[in-house]
């Protein structure tokens, strides 16, 4: 029934904002990870020198997305020194003058950055309850939006510019849409599949 249904929604909506806020607070509260120093030049490298070498040893998907609002906000960095050497990896170098030339700035740039990657845990909530939904019923999928929501895996690396988290969303993007295709097979589905597949693989 309708208020039934408006309830079950309202929950939803609840058990993802407390989420979010959880994720935005400690995004701002946490210092910078040894590797996030060095995924904020890198996704910059990305965006302004149309250059993929920083960082190679993962996909640029996440620290692209992290890093778009960097764009605007206008981070110092300089590429004077750019250089690829595989045997030196130049990214921590990198790492190490983006946090010193923008001082103490480098930790809102580091939240901002953070604060990008959030929507990739709540879209995981998301796909928790309605894949469970689908399986079990309502009350299924609320347990497994709180199991998800409150999760301390998911806090810790949500909150992160890693691909740890945001690659088990996609991940489990891929599986829910493939067994959604498995029971109604159609060329547009099997289209949105390689399409999701693809940007995991990115991830």
Excluded at 4 to 15: F, T
Excluded at 142 to 155: G, Q, R, Y
């Amino acid at each position: 029934d309708r208020p039934r249904r408006g309830a079950h929604a309202a929950l939803v909506a609840i058990l993802l904002g407390l989420q979010a806020a959880l994720l935005a607070w400690g995004a701002w509260r946490h210092s910078p990870t040894w590797t996030e120093v060095c995924h904020l030049p890198a996704g910059l490298s990305h965006w302004q020198l149309g250059s993929f070498e920083l960082y190679q040893v993962n996909p640029p998907l996440i620290r692209m997305v992290a890093t778009l609002p960097l764009l605007v906000a206008g981070p110092s960095v300089d590429w004077h020194m750019y250089y690829d050497d595989p045997h030196q990896q130049a990214v921590w170098q990198f790492g190490r003058e983006f946090m010193a030339n923008n001082g103490y700035r480098a930790f809102w740039l580091t939240t901002l950055a953070r604060w990008s990657c959030i929507p990739f845990s709540l879209l995981g909530g998301w796909l928790c309850h309605r894949w469970a939904s689908e399986l079990h019923g309502a009350g299924a999928g609320l347990l497994a939006l709180t199991l998800w929501c409150f999760d301390p895996n998911i806090l810790a690396h949500g909150q992160l510019i890693a691909t740890d988290a945001q690659g088990a969303v996609l991940g489990l993007a891929v599986f829910y849409l493939f067994w959604r295709w498995l029971r109604r097979p159609s060329w547009a589905g099997a289209l949105l599949v390689g399409a999701v597949l693809g940007l995991a693989e990115l991830t």
